[in-house]
């Protein structure tokens, strides 16, 4: 890997993680053209890890305030939503590793612009939804989480929208979905390393240029995104996504 292809995936996974498009998709996408065929995985969820300092160093007052008070709602939501992902990862983990291929991205990010703009669509009648439990909120965003491990399925993308369609604001809905990102990155990364995942042929120093530019990329998109969600719906996300998946299946990629 050389080094401007670290850059340009450090840059691709700190955007993408936090805007509704999908990280993983985008990396495998690109990591295809840069011709990174060994430890492609790995390099992913190290690049996850970037993005997870990031979203730590963004709601560290968030975070303090849930470590000194443990025993509050915030955090059981926190868990229902993480523990519903794990079981919907751990049932369907063959199904899901058969998507992890250049083949399937267009559709997938098809789905989720179709699936981004329901919002939209159903704004109407979003507004007038009776008050919602907020643990079925919780179950509902942790299966998308879930489902979102599919590389095209933008992961901020399925719970923001869920939140929206089960009765959250824009804001809270986008605070749930990144703080909820956490545990999920923290436990993929521990799975790759335990599969003994390898690095050698991309280079250290390449590794944490990339993992640097990530974690910046990742900061500037995750104030970003709280300033959009507070202005605009995700809509012009979902035609990006419809727009690449589109595209990629004419050249037939």
Known sequence: MTWYAAVF?????GLAEFLPISSSGHLLLFETWFGITEGGLLLTVLLHLATLLAVIVVYRKRLWQLVRHPWQKATGLLLLATTVSCVVVLIFHDVIEHLFTVRALPYAFM???IYLLLPTVLRKKLQHLPEKNPWWQAVAV?????VAVVPGLSRSGLTITTGR???MQ???ATDF???MSIPIIVGSLLFELLRGGSL???GTGNILL???TAFVAGIIAIKWMLDLTRKIDLRWFAFYLLILGAGLLIVNF
């Open 142 to 146: 942790g299966l998308a989480q879930g």
């Open 210 to 212: 990339a993992f640097v």
């Open 165 to 167: 369609l089960c009765g």
């Open 111 to 113: 789905v989720a612009g």
């Open 170 to 172: 824009p804001a809270a």
């Open 9 to 13: 995936l450090g840059l691709v996974q």
């Open 177 to 179: 979905s990144f703080l």
């Open 200 to 202: 050698q042929n991309l």
